[in-house]
């Protein structure tokens, strides 16, 4: 999708997993420094901060794979 | 009914969003404005603007194939279902489309592919002749917007349930979203944002079943709950299918098997513009057969994240859901919650905000498809062939611009339409699935017979068409004729759909084969390209067998058929 110059879908979505990915670690990191009153069901678990961080790191993969000046 | 019901039970919202929720949400608006913006510049001729330039990788159409179909009331309908259904449900994600999406890529694509058409309509312009178009694309422009704007009333009531957003302020905002960046970038922006959405939806939807999992103890532990919540049937595909008594759906193997798996499904799949464009948009025939293979490997692996989640909340939901009149009477919660209710149940602040936006991305990437379709059988097969027949490229494509915004605006009053008056949404659902039987019935006979007349085609299409009214219309009236039209009088609404299909489409097929027998055919030198026997299509003798589709799609059979033994 970018044989003429132009950016790949692909890296908008490394953008998008990125952002969501640092978004969602920093609120589990956070919320791990203040829990919660109401917790979610298996809360223990900190799904916020390993699915945040599986986000970011594919998004980082993702944007640095497509990046427009790697074209 | 799912509408209905929630529109009366508009009341508590379900959750609360967090701040950090809320910055996730507009990112995605952001986003997605951004790459409209952004192709804003690359959508300046008919090729570009409706065809996406014909320029899509397989992944990238195969993708976006899927993602047109991935709304966010397929999944929370689906989900709902399978609460209350059990894993029936699945068949329509397994038989009821994975069949009809291979024998797209392998059979149907070349013609779709080597005839240069732009929308299925314009095909049956090209073998069956004017008649046949214009009916076709009429009916399909027609019934287009009035579904969009039916899943735009549903989007904004599910907004204002799970989140208490107003509905005029969830109606206007996604609206004019979906209007900028279609007008601006064409298909090729819709597509991009497909994509985009399904990663989204995923990335959103998948942590439930894994926490869900997770918490009920496994798939043997989960089948125990739920045959001490619900029944044992719950967690079996075909088993119960013996008798339309068995099963909690109310359908027998032959509505599955027949009606839905080769009639509903392969007219779908097969016909339905919304998803057949972005397979057309592939920059090769290769791409183009590709395509459809790569979403049916990924049709098979939605039922995690939709079935799996309904199946999940019958087994660790503390409350019991029922259907609306019950929950409306008791102040509870109805079936068609379910997937919001297990969102709210395990995930926190961030990833709650990543839930919501999955669900607004499968409705944006719905309505996207919408009016994309629209915009272009509109241009095309109705002001270009009735209106307009001879001005130059660049007015059809400011012509594909207004009727992209023309579209947005008539779903947003059907929206408001509805608003006011719930009983249009089930007419214009069953009005919709009128169209989409017969046409396949007239496709394929098109592609692979040919005999086909052009009378034949169109006397077929319109037989077909009037018999499922009329067989509608026969069981609304008389609620006995359900016995001759489903074959039993225990069989359900959905049953009733899938033997409507079928006889429709064997009228259709009866009606095209007499009518053509008696006319007189096309040359054959004029069916070339367009039907099976009188087009070559190019061979792959030189690429590597796992370059193939077809060693692919066998990958795809075999797993699917692997799935269908194991939940049997």
Redo the contacts between chains.
């Keep these: 999708m970018r044989s003429d110059g132009t950016i790949s879908i692909w890296f908008f979505i490394g953008i998008s997993l990125l952002v969501n990915g640092v978004l969602i670690f920093g609120a589990g990191l956070y919320q791990l420094s203040h829990p919660p009153a109401a917790k979610v069901v298996l809360y223990d678990l900190h799904a916020s901060i390993w699915w945040g961080a599986i986000l970011l790191i594919v998004g980082l993969i993702y944007c640095i794979r497509y990046h427009p000046n790697r074209a | 009914m799912m509408i209905r019901a929630m529109a009366m039970l508009i009341g508590d919202r379900l959750v609360r969003l967090?701040p950090?929720d809320l910055?996730?949400v507009v990112?995605?608006f952001v986003?997605v404005l951004a790459?409209g913006f952004?192709l804003k510049g690359?959508s300046n001729t008919g090729e570009d603007f409706f065809l996406a330039g014909r320029?899509?990788?397989a992944w990238?159409a195969g993708l976006s194939f899927l993602s047109a179909n991935l709304g966010a009331l397929e999944l929370m309908g689906w989900a709902a279902a399978s609460y209350q259904y059990g894993i029936l449900a699945a068949h329509w994600y397994w038989i009821g489309a994975i069949p009809a999406m291979l024998f797209l890529g392998l059979v149907m694509m070349p013609f779709y592919y080597i005839s240069k058409t732009h929308s299925v309509p314009g095909y049956l312009k090209l073998r069956f002749g004017e008649a046949s178009r214009a009916l076709s694309a009429i009916s399909f422009a027609f019934m287009t917007v009035l579904m969009s704007g039916i899943n735009m009333y549903a989007m904004a009531l599910v907004m204002k349930v799970v989140l208490g957003w107003d509905i005029n302020f969830s109606i206007w905002i996604s609206s004019i979203t979906v209007a900028v960046y279609v007008t601006l970038g064409g298909l090729r922006s819709a597509i991009?944002n497909e994509?985009?959405q399904f990663?989204?939806i995923w990335?959103g939807a998948l942590?439930i079943p894994i926490?869900g999992l997770?918490?009920a103890g496994g798939w043997k532990a989960l089948q125990l709950k739920v045959a001490q919540n619900a029944s044992v049937e719950y967690t079996h595909l075909w088993s119960t299918l013996g008798s339309f008594k068995d099963n909690p759906m109310g359908i027998h193997w032959t509505g599955i098997v027949f009606g839905l798996g080769f009639v509903i499904s392969f007219a779908y799949w097969t016909t339905d513009f919304l998803v057949v464009q972005r397979v057309l948009a592939a920059k090769d025939l290769r791409a183009a057969k590709m395509a459809p293979i790569i979403g049916a490997a990924f049709k098979m692996f939605v039922p995690f994240i939709v079935i799996l989640p309904g199946l999940l909340g019958l087994a660790?939901l503390p409350m019991k859901l029922t259907g609306e009149a019950a929950a409306v009477a008791s102040g509870g919660h109805s079936y068609n919650e379910v997937l919001p209710l297990m969102l709210?149940?395990?995930?926190?602040?961030?990833?709650l905000?990543?839930g919501i936006?999955a669900l607004i991305a499968g409705f944006m990437s719905g309505m996207a498809g919408n009016v994309s379709a629209f915009s272009t059988v509109w241009t095309y097969d109705i002001y270009k062939a009735l209106i307009k027949k001879k001005a130059t490229d660049a007015h059809y494509v400011l012509m594909g611009r207004w009727s992209t915004i023309l579209g947005v605006l008539i779903s947003i009053g059907t929206a408001y339409l509805v608003m006011q008056f719930l009983s249009i949404m089930d007419y214009v659902q069953a009005l919709f699935s009128f169209f989409v039987a017969p046409l396949f019935g007239t496709v394929i006979l098109g592609m692979l017979w040919k005999r086909a007349t052009a009378a034949g085609g169109f006397w077929g299409l319109l037989a077909g068409t009037v018999s499922s009214i009329g067989m509608w219309a026969w069981v609304r009236h008389y609620p006995s004729a359900l016995r001759y039209v489903a074959l039993s009088s225990n069989a359900r609404d959905m049953a009733e759909n899938m033997y409507r299909g079928l006889w429709s489409w064997i009228i259709c097929v009866v009606v095209t084969v007499a009518v053509s027998l008696v006319t007189t055919p096309k040359p054959e030198s004029e069916l070339v390209g367009l039907v099976y026997g009188a087009t070559e299509i190019p061979t792959e003798a030189q690429v590597p067998v796992y370059h193939k589709p077809a060693f692919w799609a066998v990958v795809v059979a075999i797993v699917f058929i692997a799935l269908n033994i194991i939940f049997w």
């Design positions: 967090a950090v910055v996730i990112f995605y986003l790459i952004y690359r320029e899509m990788t990238i991009f994509v985009l990663i989204l990335a942590l926490l997770i918490e660790v709210a149940r395990y995930c926190g602040p961030g990833l905000g990543l936006t």
